[in-house]
């Protein structure tokens, strides 16, 4: 953790290792596999039974998004540095940047671009940024926020703009964030968009989705915890949504023969086309992770609960394995069930995915219950 600026969960910053270089690196991930999934629909929500009930596909990125990627520094002197990062995705089935609405593959660096400094001050940069909620909670997350296991799966809150959920952005674009030093393993992380969803030239300020974050996290030896909050306020690209407040409280210790994770996370949802101020979801996971050789068991279980002006809750059970070829590359498999008959309330979620995916980009209305397999190989370099 020492080696990683996992506290700068906003930027998703490379190791301190690469900021140690006088030179750029290239580095990426490509991962390709199978998916099945198969639903049983509720045909009282969405008032039809059309559809399918089944997919079989071949996926590129399904534990973790392909990518290629260019980071480096510059040593300025006096132990200043400056620092950049330029990460884009990419689609192996299509051997493209994929089409719009996918995730914003068809972007140049759409999957991360910064650039900044770092020095016994900290770390702050600017540009597309991870945001602290997103990088925490995948930190803890068995999964990793990959595969039909993750954690976003489920957790409530799914008005979307661009791919990005209100409650659980995973990117946010012309943010800014700064990085505190470590002080024994404590790291504070504050971060700030103007226009998280689109070019700040775009619109003006006062239509903007802001975002306001602030992270604190304890990181050494075998624990790992912090606290979060962030606050949305939406503009005009999410019209049913005026704002968002999101506290967050999780860990994980690592016991050796198994690492454990708790995650506790409260929403509170001011819904702008219904006049309501109370919407609220809580969002439960606890997860285990146990390796045995070249084998990692993992698993986790996530409860969504919904008060009755957010309309239902929604719970989740996954289990997987991955077995590590390398330090580079792993075979991985995954199963996730998903219970969601008690359906969400469409003026909260996307008009036409009251439901959640097992699996990404396979996504349908009025979705009962979902179960997803997964299968493939991943290689990093």
């Known amino acids: 953790m020492q080696k990683k600026l996992i506290a700068l969960a906003v930027a ?22 199978y998916s099945y999934r198969f639903d049983a629909r509720n045909p009282a929500v969405g008032g039809s039974t059309s559809g399918y009930n089944s997919a079989s596909q071949f996926n590129g990125g399904q534990s973790a998004g392909n990518r290629l990627g260019f980071k480096g520094t510059e040593d300025l002197g ?28 068809n972007l140049t660096f759409t999957r991360q671009a910064y650039v900044g400094l770092t020095g016994n001050f900290g770390t702050a940069v600017g540009g597309r940024l991870y945001t602290p909620h997103y990088t925490f909670v995948s930190s803890l997350d068995p999964f990793g926020a990959g595969t ?32 505190s030093p470590s002080f024994g393993g404590f790291t504070v992380t504050g971060a700030f968009s103007n226009n998280a969803l ?10 903007n989705n802001t975002v306001y974050a602030l992270l604190g996290q304890y990181a050494n030896g075998p624990i790992n915890a912090g606290l979060g909050y962030h606050f949305i306020a939406a503009g005009t690209g999410l019209n ?4 968002v407040q999101n506290i967050v409280l999780g860990g994980s210790y690592d016991f050796k023969v198994v690492k454990v994770s708790l995650v506790a996370d409260w929403n509170e949802i001011d819904l702008a086309a219904n006049n309501v101020s109370n919407a609220r979801v809580s969002n439960y996971l606890i997860g285990a992770t146990v390796p045995l050789g070249k084998w990692d068991l993992q698993g986790s279980y996530i409860f969504s609960d919904g008060n009755s002006t957010y309309g239902g809750d929604a ?15 792993n075979f991985y498999t995954a199963y996730s069930y998903i219970d969601n008959s008690s359906t ?15 699996a990404p980009g396979l996504a349908n209305t009025g979705i ?14």
């Open 12 to 33: 998703g910053l490379a190791s301190t290792a690469a900021f140690a270089q006088t030179n750029v690196t290239i580095y990426g991930s490509i991962d390709y596999g």
């Open 78 to 105: 006096n132990g200043l540095k400056a620092v950049f990062l330029l990460e884009q995705g990419f689609n192996m089935d299509t051997s493209n940047g994929g089409a719009a609405g996918d995730n914003g593959n």
């Open 148 to 179: 039909v296991g993750r954690y976003n799966n489920v957790f409530g809150g799914t008005a979307a703009d661009a791919g990005n959920s209100i409650v659980d952005p995973v990117r946010v674009n012309n943010a800014i964030a700064y990085v």
């Open 198 to 207: 689109a070019n700040d030239s775009v619109a003006g300020n006062a239509k």
């Open 240 to 243: 049913s949504v005026n704002d």
């Open 315 to 329: 719970q989740q059970i996954a289990l997987g394995a991955k077995y590590n070829l390398s330090k580079r590359t």
């Open 344 to 358: 969400r309330n469409a003026a909260v979620g996307d008009a036409t995915n009251t439901g959640y995916a097992a």
């Open 368 to 381: 009962a219950w979902q179960q997803g397999f997964q299968v493939g190989v991943r290689h990093q370099f």
